[in-house]
């Protein structure tokens, strides 16, 4: 950062934190902003270094990964080269050696490097360098273990809770078992199958010895490549969850033979929305992982376009969101007034809600994309004012959960303006759990409208804003709600009692504060100008400016270090408890039913 400041300060139209913010331009706009020089192939690239060295006639010699020895920062590049010698090295190549001897960054299939652009490639190179601080994860491992957090959790760990939530609610409120259990084992087998696939191509990235990675994010759209068993697991995957939706919808239908004159129930409704959502977002990623990505790590096709292959992934990216949050709203607004000791207050406006998501949430998945250059300003804007609408259903959803829990208090005697409040069962775990995650989720929506508006998106789209976000809506709304539901959950399917309610009580809490100071300093940070899926970022002679008073990126840093220690603990405690819940002995009385709508 530093050196391309120095060196283009007089020509940049950018201020140096704009810069820090690593934003995305054409051609024609870096020409404009100083990033460039000028528009123009490889042929004038090496012109004007050869020019700036000081050389008439260069020797310009193309290296290619099976021509020469070739260094590589990432191992799913490392291992896609066809290089005679090839080697995995840290970010302190990026600097250079003491010889003075270029380094060649290589990239699959291809890259460019002389002696001569060396030179004028250091002014528009950003140096990143990571800090020593608890390095735990070498940095060659760094975007292995980012990979298998997004997807082992935000693909994982929501869609499994997800179709054993939506299973016992649809056999719960339809009264009635599923059509064919055969079919239901089959669909998990398949589901369980394909993550496995997906997850040993991502964990084969630690074994250097393994020609197998997949170090692609939770995002995993071209230009990154990941091994083809990750992309036919995902494809499984898949597969399995739209045949999840198939044995749901075919147990209604049978239902509803048997019913002709009632009513959907409410959480059969939740249900049936919620995957006719699923079938139209995912059949955009099915297709960027069937027709492009999957063909293309196999060799079958050289390239793809990567603007397309982002575009389809957001299409499905955004809804994901709220198919993560729909078992959290089932819960919501079906068992939590039960808990509170009333009832839902509406059943149509529930309702409502649910269709309105299955309208609004698939077509704008572009707001994702407002720094992509491949993409119409005017289409954006579009796709702005659409994600806008997103706020009357999550609107809707605090007025209808709050009227539940409310009512259920003054039930239990509740009175005064906020004095009901006291009167609700804050020692239970599963209440406590669920009413922390609908809290944090209403700061969820206040960050999210942030990403949703174009203007301030540019300022925080790639900073630690972003995973801040994501951390209070997957990460609170649906992960704890998800381990609040099953404490009550629990008791009920297993007829055995919590090992510790005073333990899960304490879970709920610790991860609440947990996540508090982590998202919060991942806000702050991101104000502050700190990249995201970076590890330990810092900029020569750069400081990040604090945002608010006095806190500093060590601030920052401690804060996150400190919530995400507290949100391990709160883990180890959920799933030890619920371990230990497996030896309580067996006994009846569990069963809850759950009261109709006022």
Not at 155 to 171: D, H, K, Q
């Amino acid at each position: 950062l530093s050196a391309v400041y120095d060196h283009r300060e007089e020509r940049l139209a950018l201020e140096r934190s704009e810069l820090a913010n690593a934003g995305t331009y054409t051609g024609i706009n870096a020409v404009e902003n100083g990033l460039a020089d000028e528009v123009g192939g490889r042929e004038r690239a090496v012109s004007a270094a050869a020019s700036k060295a000081g050389l008439d006639q260069p020797e310009v010699v193309v290296m290619r990964p099976n021509d020469a020895q070739a260094t590589f920062l990432m191992r799913s590049t490392y291992l896609a080269s066809d290089a005679a010698e090839r080697e995995l090295t840290d970010a302190e190549t990026l600097r250079g050696g003491a010889s003075g001897v270029p380094n060649y960054l290589m990239v699959p299939r291809a890259a460019v490097a002389t002696d001569a652009t060396v030179v004028s490639g250091r002014e528009a190179t950003e140096t990143l360098d990571r800090t020593d601080v608890a390095r735990i994860i070498p940095s060659t491992d760094y975007y292995t273990v980012l990979t298998a957090h997004g997807v082992f959790l935000a693909i994982s760990f929501t869609t499994f809770f997800l179709v054993g939530l939506f299973t016992w609610a649809l056999v719960r409120s339809l009264d009635r078992p599923l059509v064919d259990m055969r079919i239901t084992w089959t669909w998990y087998a398949i589901m369980a199958t394909g993550m496995t696939m997906t997850g040993v191509a991502i964990l084969a990235g630690f074994v250097t010895a393994l020609d197998m990675s997949a170090d692609v994010l939770f995002t995993f759209y071209a230009p990154l490549q990941a091994h083809p068993l990750f992309y036919a697991g995902l494809a499984g995957f898949i597969v399995g969850s739209w045949i999840a939706g198939a044995d749901w919808f075919r147990t209604f239908l049978a239902w509803k033979d048997e019913h002709p004159d009632e009513r959907i129930p409410l959480q059969t409704f939740m249900v049936l929305v919620t995957m006719a959502m699923w079938y139209i977002a995912s059949s955009a990623v099915a297709a960027s992982v069937l027709l492009f990505l999957l063909p293309w790590s196999l060799g079958f096709i050289d390239q793809v376009n990567p603007t397309l292959t982002r575009t389809l992934f957001w299409f499905f990216g955004h809804p994901v969101v709220y198919f993560w949050l729909m078992p959290a709203y089932l819960l919501w607004y079906t068992v939590l007034p039960k808990i509170a000791g009333g009832r839902l207050f509406s059943d149509p406006l529930a309702r409502v809600v649910f269709v309105l998501f299955l309208l609004l949430s698939t077509p704008v998945g572009i707001h994702h994309q407002y720094l992509d250059p491949g993409i119409a300003e005017g289409f954006k804007f579009i796709s702005m004012t659409n994600t806008m609408f997103l706020l009357l259903p999550s609107l809707l959803t605090a007025f209808t959960v709050v009227a539940s829990v409310e009512y259920g208090a003054r039930q239990r005697g509740g009175t005064g303006l906020l004095g009901w409040l006291t009167d609700l069962p804050w020692r239970d775990p599963a209440f406590t759990g669920m009413m922390l995650a609908g809290l944090m989720f209403a700061a969820g929506g206040f960050s999210g409208m942030v990403n949703a508006g174009m203007n301030i998106n540019y300022l925080i789209h790639n900073t630690i804003w972003v995973p801040g976000h994501f951390h209070l809506t997957v990460g609170t709304a649906s992960a704890l709600t998800f381990m609040a539901g099953t404490y009550w959950l629990w008791p009920q399917l297993t007829n055995r009692d919590l090992f510790s309610r005073p333990i899960a009580l304490a879970q709920v809490i610790i991860w609440f504060g947990g996540m508090v100071l982590m998202s919060n300093a991942m806000h702050i940070g991101g104000l502050s100008g700190i990249p995201r899926r970076t590890a330990e970022p810092q900029y020569a002679q750069f400081e990040f400016e604090p945002v608010f008073g006095v806190i500093g990126i060590s601030e920052i840093r401690l804060q996150i270090a400190v919530g995400g220690t507290l949100l391990f603990v709160s883990a180890m405690l959920f799933l030890a408890n619920i371990g230990l819940s497996w030896g309580q002995p067996k006994r009846s009385g569990f069963g809850q039913t759950l009261p109709p709508a006022l």
